[in-house]
């Protein structure tokens, strides 16, 4: 890891079913406050590693 990057671990235990989701407020997670300054974040999901990137343009791409 780089020094200007941060590790975020989120635990989900009781992940709610699609069904509830509709009922629940949905959380909301501004892209400046998830990268920070840095250009890509790392998400753990199930066992595998994504990267998220912002492109020059705002874009955001997710790679496997």
Known sequence: M???ETR???ENRD???PA???SQ???IIRSEELFGLN?????????????LRR???GKLILNK
Do not use: N, W
């Open 39 to 51: 250009r890509e974040v790392r998400i753990q999901h199930q066992g595998d590693l994504y990267v």
């Open 25 to 27: 407020a949905r959380r």
């Open 8 to 10: 975020v671990e989120v």
């Open 20 to 22: 509830s989701l509709s």
């Open 55 to 57: 492109t020059k343009l």
């Open 2 to 4: 780089k020094p200007d």
């Open 15 to 17: 992940a709610p079913s």
